[in-house]
């Protein structure tokens, strides 16, 4: 089965310290892994993904495909960083399955 | 430039009516998304529209659920004889090109409460 698990609800860290929201996923073959972030009172709006191998605002994810994990990480946290965020995958690019399936996000929270 | 819209952005209806979601995605993007989240859930997806021709429809929970896509552009989102576990936000993604790998832009979301 297709499927993304996110298995923190909510993470609290305080500003300056690292920060890694997990994310490990289910699918047979070879999937496009993306992170999408969601700030207060803002729409849904892709961070990073990991065919670009780049780095947004600090973030950075390596997919690592032994593990079947795409973690987001970040050295130094700050307040705006505050946010729901949430890992999706779609199939494989150039294929026809462009739908995202999600997992149920995180919920990050930066304390001053 | 403009981006995804949808309307309205808050509805509350009675169970077993009907209601009808709107969705304007970005102009001259080809591939429409229609997701759902439930309360303490993660989107799941509804059906997508390549054009006006909807490819696939797995997603959609019920035969009340319907959707269609006109002029490559707005699409609607019917769902027939509302239920209490129809409450969620609806939410409506565009991209340039259709199929995977492509970054989906979304829109504010439509909040439906069934009462």
């Known amino acids: 089965a297709q499927r993304v698990t996110q298995p923190e609800k909510l993470l609290s860290v305080f500003k300056g310290a690292p920060v890694e929201l997990k994310c490990n996923y289910s699918?047979?073959?070879?999937?496009?892994l993306f992170w999408y972030v969601q700030y207060s009172r803002q729409r849904l709006q892709l961070l990073l993904r990991?065919?670009s191998r780049e780095s947004i605002k600090g973030f950075t994810a390596d997919l690592n495909k032994g593990e079947t994990s795409f973690h987001l990480k970040k050295p130094f946290a700050q307040e705006e960083d505050s946010a729901m965020y949430y890992c999706?995958?779609?199939?494989?690019?150039?294929?026809?399955?462009?739908?995202?399936?999600f997992g149920k996000g995180t919920k990050l929270s930066v304390k001053p | 430039g403009a981006g995804v819209s949808q309307s309205p952005s808050n509805k509350v209806t009675e169970k077993g009516k009907d209601v009808e979601l709107r969705c304007d995605p970005i102009?001259?993007?080809?591939?429409l998304y229609w997701y759902r989240q439930r309360l303490g859930q993660g989107l799941e997806f509804l059906i997508y529209?390549?054009?006006?021709?909807?490819?696939?429809k797995s997603g959609l929970p019920s035969d009340r659920f319907s959707a269609e896509r006109t002029g490559e552009s707005v699409s609607t989102l019917t769902i027939q004889r509302t239920q209490q576990e129809d409450s969620a936000v609806y939410l409506c993604?565009?991209?340039?090109?259709?199929?995977?790998?492509?970054?989906?832009?979304f829109g504010p979301g439509t909040r439906l409460t069934v009462t």
């Open positions: 993604a565009s991209s340039l090109v259709g199929g995977a790998g492509y970054e989906q832009y």
């Open positions: 699918y047979s073959g070879s999937p496009e």
């Open positions: 990991h065919i």
């Open positions: 999706a995958l779609s199939g494989e690019r150039g294929g026809s399955q462009g739908n995202l399936i």
């Open positions: 102009s001259g993007h080809t591939a």
């Open positions: 529209f390549q054009g006006n021709s909807a490819p696939d």
